[in-house]
Structures are given as structure tokens and as C-alpha cells.
């Protein structure tokens, strides 16, 4: 657990970047700072591992005073990400990797087997090792950052925007793998970051901060969008705030009706004999699992993969409402269609039954 | 040539005085460089101050720093210390910006990294901060190694044998062969040590050779 108290950062000139700043990181929890540039979101995350020193107030982690410990020894203990990933130049991917472990005087056998262990872990090809960081894409760099923050394990990690120098879909692959490894790992993460969307998909809970360093809220996503404090939570939220929150509301039973479906490969005739006079019918492979949408009226011999309709999205048995809501508005058909934890079909879903399921939940219910 | 080849030994033991003339000094003015360089990138405050200072020193005449040396230093007008001194002074000149210029160049997001790794300020400046800086300090280095064996050779006034005695020497005699053969020395000397730094710098920095991904 990292707590702030009443902590207040003056830079020489006067700038109040942090404003009596009191909050608490909990254990293996991501807590993400979000606000406007210049909020002193840096400078928040810096004072935690003292490459900042605050002017005032206190910052312990796990009930010690950081201001008692030495700064090196500390910051071995603490995984640092940054925006460009930081790497150093001049050294191999593995040797990146392998700096802290060397530093806290790990055998170097033992470090290089622990860099190509987090090199797979991060996704990365063990081939990349021996090269130098400017033989990498953005993306694959950014992962050397978070391999080469976790590589000592350390149980606490500060991450300054790592995500927000590669373009969107790498973003969003990083995200989930970052997502996925912190599944596995729960380690307690501050993340920085000025992208709303990224704070909300990312923490357990979140910090809105304006500038001057002052706390807005701080609250599970679900409460901040269902119940922001003020305007500048608000505006700052952006719109479509009913809609975004049903993302955090888990989908309760929903009324799944039986899908009938084709397979891949069936004739035309079939699949029109199955759609029993409905426009569309749904095509799974053998394994049921959902393909696409075929419109046999329109279609003739075999339906193949070029046939379907893949606009709709796919959501999973009890998955989020906005999941399911937006199945069913994506499909072709109108209806939603709902998979298991497999990929499996399970049946599929009306808009008009998720609204019913949304209505009936008590208002400003957060989950 | 004919003369050339009939004093061959003699060239080179001229050549071989002057490498060690420029070399020295261009070694032990880097080693002195490094931490004024650091100081002018570390304290601020220092940067202009050391910068301009050192960089004043560039322009003592030559032949006025040999002369003075002895008197400064107590030694022998004949000393080849003289020479060692004042080119080290010259080699300062040029590689305390050099350092500090190249010391800059790191990126901060580099330094940054490595703060926050928990690596001391020690072991930063030798492990990431002067391995990176090696490029720009090379190319300093360069400058002052063809400088170093230019300003050798006026050191031949004060009748320090290298290859300038060859200039004083055909001069005297009006004799233009050993005012050649000097000549293209200097410049087959000067271009050695230019590409052993080249390469000794290459060497030095395997990670800016490689196929940069796009
Ligand atoms: N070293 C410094 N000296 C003086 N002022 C500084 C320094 N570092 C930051 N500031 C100021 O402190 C305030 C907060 O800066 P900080 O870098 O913490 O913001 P941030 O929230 O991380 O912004 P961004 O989203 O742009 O990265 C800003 O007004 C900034 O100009
Ligand atoms: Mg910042």
C-alpha cells in the first residue's frame, strides 16, 4: 500500500505542482492518476520512488516512511515505466532487462535466464534479446520498459503514460496484455495517464486530479461515471457517461432465446429451409462457434466465409451490459448474440431485453 | 625522394617523437577533460565559466606557451615536457566543450531510467552517460589529434627534434626535400591517429551500426 498525506510539491520558481495531495494506492491494485498536462501527475508518481522530494507531507509505502529509506535502494524496489520506454541505448535487450537484477548483485546467469523468461512474458521473441533497442518497433520497446521494470519483482511499479507513444491499436494490445499480466502478478501500480479511456479501462480505481496537483475525485470507474463530484469531473469524464458505465455493470440473466444456426459450408437452400422465412441466419463453425450473419436470399451454392456479415460484435455470458447491449444493436439481425467462456454459442439477446434488464436496476447502482 | 630514402631512419625516429608528442598530451588532456566537462554539464552554474575559460586558452600563441612553460614549470628550455604541457592545455581547450556537449547529447529520458532503476550517480555517469557520449566526444577527439600534430611541429623553433625539424632544417639550408618529406609525414601521421580514433570509437559504440527498425 503507497499513502499520500497532505503532500505538497513547490518547484523553486513557485509552481505549486502538487497541492496537499492525500491518497491511497491499495495493495495489488491499479490506481490511476488521470488529468489535464500539467497537473502534476509526474511529479505525483516521481515523489514516490524520490526522484522528486516533496516540500511537505508524507509518503509511505506499506507504513514506511520513504523519506527514511536510502533513494537507491528504494528505487531497486520499485519498477519505473516511462512514455519512450527509456532504454538504454547502448546495451542488448537482455542486458536491459538484466539491470536491476545485476545491480542487487543477482549472479549473471541467474539474471540472463530471468530476462529471457520476462521477454517471453511480455509477448516478445527470445530472438530479440541480442538486439539493441533501436532495432525495435515502438511497440516492442515499450514491453522491453515493462519487462525490464519487472524484472527483480519488484512489489510495486510506477508507470508514467507507457502506453501513449505507439499508435491506437498497439495501445490497446499493450493494454490488454498489461491487463492480463497484472492478473497474474498483482502488483500495486500507480499509472499516469491523461487519457480517460485508458484510466477507465485500466484501474481499480481512479484519481482525477486538476491542476495544481488537487485531488477532483477518487473513485472505482463505475462510481466516477455514474456519480462524478462536480463539473470538472464531469467534463472531464466526456459524454456518452450512462452509456460507458454499463461497461463496469455486469450483465444480470438475461432472457437468451435458442439460435437456430447454420454451418459453415451448408448449401444456400439449407440455410433458407433453417432461416425459416427470417432475413438473416447465423453461421458457426463446428465447434459452434459464432461466424457471422448469411442473408440466404441473397446467396447461392455454398456459404462460405466471403458470405457472412461480420458487423456484430460478440458478448459473453455474463459479461458487461454495455457488451450485451451492444451485441444486439451491432448485429445485422438485431439479435445479440452470446457466447460462453469457450467462444461457444450460447443463444442470443434483444436490445429491448437488455434495456428491461438496465431499467430494472436500482438507480445509480455502481457495481 | 632520393634524399628521403637515404635518411629514412631519421624520418621516422623524427615521426615517431612527434606521435608521442601529440599522443600524450591528447591522453592525458582527455583524462582531465572528462571530469571538467562533467562539472560544466553537472553544476550549471559552472558551464559558462569553465566553457569560456578553457576555450580562451586555445588561443595562447604556441610558440609563446613553449616559452613560457620552463618558466612556469622550472624546466629546461630543451624539455620536451614543454611541449607535453602546452598541448595538453590546448587539448583541454577543445575537448572540455566537447565532453560537456556530448555529456548533454544523453537523452534525459535515458538518465531518467536509470535514476529510477536506483542506479547512483557514479555508476550512471561510467555505465550510461560517457558510453553514450563516446560519438560526439570522438569526434572531439579527432579535431584535437590533427591539431596536436600541427602544433608539434612549431615546437622544432625551440629545437625539440619531430618532424617540425625537418621544416627548420630545410629552411635553414634551403633545401625543399626534407620541407616535403615533413610535410606529407605530418599529414600520413595526423590521418593514422584520425582513423585509429575512428575506429577505436566504432569499436566503442557496436549499437549505432545496427539496422535501425522503422
Ligand atoms: N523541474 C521543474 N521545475 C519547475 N516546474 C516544474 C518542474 N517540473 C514540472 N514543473 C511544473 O509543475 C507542474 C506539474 O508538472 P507535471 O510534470 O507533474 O505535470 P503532468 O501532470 O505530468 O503533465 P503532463 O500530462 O503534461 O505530463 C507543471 O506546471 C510544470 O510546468
Ligand atoms: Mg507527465
Known amino acids: 500500500m503507497i499513502s499520500f498525506t497532505d503532500v505538497t510539491k513547490v518547484y523553486p520558481g513557485g509552481t505549486t505542482a502538487v497541492g496537499g495531495l492525500s491518497l491511497t494506492a491499495p495493495t495489488g491494485k491499479i490506481t490511476v492518476l488521470v488529468g489535464p498536462s500539467g497537473c502534476g501527475k509526474t511529479t505525483s508518481l516521481r515523489m514516490i520512488n524520490r526522484m522528486i522530494e516533496p516540500t511537505s507531507g508524507t509518503i509511505e509505502i506499506d507504513g514506511r516512511d520513504t523519506s527514511t529509506l536510502n533513494p537507491n535502494e528504494l528505487r531497486r524496489g520499485i519498477g519505473y515505466v516511462i512514455q519512450s520506454g527509456g532504454l538504454f541505448p547502448h546495451r542488448t535487450i537482455l542486458d536491459n532487462i538484466a539491470t536491476v537484477p545485476l545491480l542487487l548483485g543477482w549472479d549473471k546467469a541467474k539474471a540472463r535466464t530471468r530476462a529471457h523468461e520476462l521477454l517471453e512474458r511480455v509477448g516478445l521473441d527470445p530472438i530479440l534479446g541480442k538486439r539493441y533497442p533501436n532495432q525495435l518497433s515502438g511497440g516492442q520497446q515499450q514491453r522491453v520498459g515493462v519487462a525490464r521494470a519487472l524484472a527483480a519483482d519488484p512489489p510495486v511499479m510506477l508507470m508514467d503514460e507507457p502506453f501513449s507513444a505507439v499508435d491506437p491499436v498497439v495501445r490497446e494490445q499493450l493494454q490488454d496484455e498489461f491487463l492480463r499480466l497484472q492478473g497474474e502478478l498483482d502488483k500495486t501500480i500507480v499509472f499516469v495517464t491523461h487519457d480517460i479511456d485508458e484510466a477507465m479501462k485500466l484501474g481499480d480505481q481512479v484519481a482525477v486530479l486538476r491542476v495544481g496537483g488537487i485531488l477532483a475525485q477518487l473513485a472505482t470507474p463505475a462510481k466516477l461515471l455514474a456519480d462524478p463530484h462536480d463539473d470538472f469531473v464531469a467534463d472531464f469524464l466526456g459524454r456518452d457517461r450512462g452509456y460507458r458505465g454499463l461497461a463496469f455493470a455486469e450483465a444480470p440473466e438475461l432472457p437468451l432465446r435458442d439460435e437456430p444456426v447454420v454451418l459453415l459450408g451448408s448449401t444456400v437452400a439449407q440455410a433458407a429451409e433453417i432461416a425459416a422465412g427470417d432475413q438473416w441466419v447465423l453461421v458457426v463453425d463446428d465447434a459452434r462457434a459464432p461466424l457471422g450473419w448469411a442473408e440466404p436470399d441473397r446467396l447461392s451454392g455454398l456459404i462460405d466465409r466471403d458470405h457472412l456479415h461480420r458487423g456484430g460484435t460478440v458478448a459473453r455470458v455474463g459479461g458487461s451490459l454495455r457488451a450485451a447491449l451492444d451485441a444486439a444493436l451491432s448485429a445485422p439481425s438485431r439479435r445479440g448474440v452470446l457466447v460462453d467462456e469457450d467462444g461457444r454459442l450460447v443463444g442470443t439477446v434483444r436490445a429491448q431485453d437488455v434495456l428491461s434488464a438496465i431499467e430494472r436496476r436500482p438507480a445509480g447502482a455502481v457495481a | ?214
Request: proline share 6%; charged share 10%.
Open chain 2, 1 to 214: 625522394m632520393k634524399w628521403f630514402l637515404g635518411h629514412l631512419d631519421q624520418v621516422w625516429q623524427l615521426m615517431l617523437n612527434h606521435a608521442v608528442l601529440a599522443l600524450i598530451p591528447l591522453v592525458v588532456g582527455l583524462l582531465l577533460a572528462i571530469p571538467l566537462g562533467w562539472l560544466a554539464t553537472r553544476y550549471r552554474v559552472l558551464y559558462s565559466p569553465l566553457i569560456a575559460g578553457t576555450g580562451l586558452l586555445y588561443t595562447i600563441p604556441s610558440l609563446a606557451l613553449f616559452i613560457l612553460m620552463p618558466l612556469v614549470l622550472g624546466t629546461g628550455i630543451l624539455d620536451p615536457v614543454n611541449v607535453v604541457v602546452a598541448l595538453t592545455i590546448y587539448t583541454i581547450a577543445l575537448l572540455v566543450r566537447t565532453v560537456a556537449d556530448g555529456l548533454g547529447s544523453v537523452p534525459d529520458d535515458v538518465v531518467q531510467a536509470a535514476t529510477a532503476m536506483g542506479i547512483g550517480r557514479g555508476r550512471r555517469f561510467w555505465s550510461v552517460e560517457l558510453p553514450l557520449a563516446v560519438p560526439v566526444i570522438a569526434a572531439g577527439l579527432r579535431v584535437a589529434a590533427v591539431s596536436n600534430v600541427s602544433i608539434v611541429s612549431v615546437a622544432a623553433l625551440l629545437g625539440i627534434p619531430q618532424l617540425g625539424s625537418l621544416f627548420t632544417d630545410g629552411f635553414a639550408r634551403n633545401f625543399l626535400d626534407p620541407i616535403a618529406v615533413g610535410i606529407l609525414a605530418c599529414m600520413v601521421l595526423a590521418l593514422a591517429m584520425d582513423l585509429a580514433i575512428l575506429w577505436i570509437s566504432r569499436a566503442a559504440t557496436p549499437w549505432l551500426r545496427t539496422r535501425v527498425a522503422t
